[in-house]
DNA sequence: TTGTACGCGTTATCAC
DNA sequence: GTGATAACGCGTACAA
């Protein structure tokens, strides 16, 4: 609130340099359009004065903010920290911000802070997965704003995507899992109502239990939220079932580590007595004791081409191409053969 | 880019609903100063159209943009991220919206960060820990930016900070770890170097010692990375030195969990051999064999207490009042009496 | 190479 | 209660 009062403006800066705001705005933006030495009394004049270009303005002059804004269901999570740190870095490199917030998993809250950034005037968006309400991609197009979407690989999709395959990666891990001897097998999945990230890891399992001859409806499958706490919870509630199931497969390395916490408290032996796998590889998949059996997602690797891309779009030099990031399997010791009972 | 070309304005909407712009504009604004038949005549228009205000065009008209921003050394880490989650939940209820950005623990990135969110007309800013150059709390006071900081308290320091004393918080749990009989203390800290949190643990150690009548000297140091990876090197190293140490005091529950995992590989029984403690009790504290001991941190209540203050710091109601937050020791499996040797 | 002047989309101050 | 209209600070044709 009124602040900026005293904050000096190009024109101050122009008058202490003795020159016009256009000569001022020229140093700062295309510093080869003005002459070497009325530039150096234009950039003494802005250092002294500690000018700092006042963004808005220039955001409605030049209609172009250099920034991109992305949304993540939250931050209270690794997962997406380190594509995201990727992705910010490799922007930076190219000349721009990002902007990031959180959404909690709430599609009215991804709603709003979506139209938030678009009115900020952020040039292009990460979003977190495909499914969301129609009107939000009708919006965006109004907005001519282009938009990536990360952590999944849907090719057939309307909009372009930067990831991986969830149906493919948790199928080749159902396959290991299925191919080590596991009959009884269950699943502690995220939340799939809005995340096709989620429903595609269940799909995965479904899809590899089929093509091994198993009644994909006999998968005992549990949806929770994404907290190791809940991962615990579901892992208890499995382990009263009778039969038990022989492998818990788990949505992410966050339930995955809940569920083998769960059973050290309740004396079950993993792998021995169950098997458990996880999703993501993040470092806690590495940590946990047995180490976790998960998919390695190369985050990184995401983050550096989800940036190339969306800053493409941006610059009008990509329609919007989707790009298939690699997953592969990461064998520790959570996953082994089923007891022989 | 020749965005929002085709996007409506207000004076598309004033126009389809046949009244001033000025109008759509309080309709928008104090709903209250419009009559009830012209309003909804107005929000129609609003709604058929699709319109969106122009942040940058309302920032510049009304030098308030409602926007907080937050800059933090990363993200690829838990420890900021419940406090962050619940500061962003808070100040949407009183209507304002965060930007969140990271500087990579880069002195020279956190500048960059902090004059791109005020040039982008944040009204206030919640910056992490209290050492940086004095250059930006000059450029801050120019623009009549108020700042927050968190993640420490320092009420001696200039600028209002919401948080914890790192150095009585980190001495606490010295005096406990003396307190079990150990007197060959190793800590593995975060890089201090332009970081007081880090700083402050390593202090309160060291004045822990000096009460109790330990040599301070005495306490060997190791600085490294806050990652899993860094901190079982480190732990690995500590256990070459002879005759070892018989308590690992670690900055973080990162690194502590580091130590865990290459205490685990290299066959050393924690608490039996060694003790481990961390710091902050995220989640992985819990999860991890042992129990962590570590230092609890109520990063949810430190949150909100900073989303209050800094909004009442933007609103003129405070001029800056720091707010200490009470940690507590929580005690689990990870620390216990020194072996009898 | 440099300066002039207009427009970007809002809010806010006036009159009406 | 509502409508003109002047800012807000910057970029950029266009002119010089």
Redo the contacts with the bound molecule.
Sequence with gaps: MGK?RS?P???DVAREA??????V??C??SPD???E???QRVMQAVESLG?T??FA??V????RSYTIGAIIPTMDNAIFARGLQEFQDQLRQRGYTLLVSSSAYDPEMEREQIRTLVARGADGLLLIGHARDASIYTFLEQHQVPSLVAWSYTPEAQQPSVGFSNIEAMGELAQLVIGAGHRRIAMISGQTSGNDRAQGRVEGVKRAMAQSGLDAATLTLIETDYEIEKGADAFAQLMTLSPRPTVVMCGNDVLAAGALSEARRLGIKVPEQVSVTGFDDIELAEIVSPGLTTVHVPHREMGREAARELTAMVEGKSAGQSVCIKTRLMARHSLAEPPCQ
Tied chains: 1, 2.
Excluded: D, E, H
């Design positions: 900026n904050a403006t190009l024109n003795g020159v016009s705001t256009a000569t705005s020229r700062l933006n359009r003005v002459i030495t009325t530039r000018y270009p006042n303005a220039r409605m002059a030049a209609n």
